[in-house]
């Protein structure tokens, strides 16, 4: 079965930081691509970053480009999502999700998720 587990959420004020990681298992990076999506309060999924490990190159929302970066250990199969400079609205549910995208940014092209952790940036 594959499984992905995101860890790392938590409660940090404006202008901070966290890392988020995303745990595979099950499945190969090597052909794959992983994701970040996040979920606002009352609000739909959306992509954040995501690395292609097959087809070579990462995706950033504008939203988030000089703030976040994504990284991997391929010999944990772990992805990782930096997060600074946080602002109010980079507040939700953060996802990871694996598959192979035609377009990283958009969440129905990934096949498999794992459960979010929440990040709450205080103002």
């Known amino acids: 079965d594959v499984q992905l587990q995101a860890f790392g959420g938590g409660l940090v004020q404006a202008g901070g930081s966290v890392i988020l990681a995303c745990t595979a298992s099950?499945?190969?990076?090597?052909?794959?691509?992983v994701g970040w999506f996040r979920q606002a309060p009352g609000k739909g999924r959306e992509g954040v970053s995501a690395?292609?490990?097959?087809?070579?190159?990462?995706y950033y929302a504008n939203s988030v480009k000089g703030r976040f970066t994504i990284s991997s250990d391929n010999s944990k199969s772990t992805v990782y999502l930096q997060m600074n400079s946080l602002k109010p609205e980079d507040t939700g549910v953060y996802y990871c999700?694996?598959?192979?995208?035609?377009?990283?940014?958009?969440?129905?092209?990934?096949?498999?998720w794992g459960h979010g952790t929440l990040v709450t940036v205080s103002s």
């Open positions: 999700a694996a598959g192979c995208p035609t377009i990283m940014a958009i969440d129905s092209e990934y096949d498999y």
């Open positions: 099950g499945l190969v990076f090597a052909d794959k691509a």
């Open positions: 690395i292609n490990f097959s087809a070579g190159g990462n």
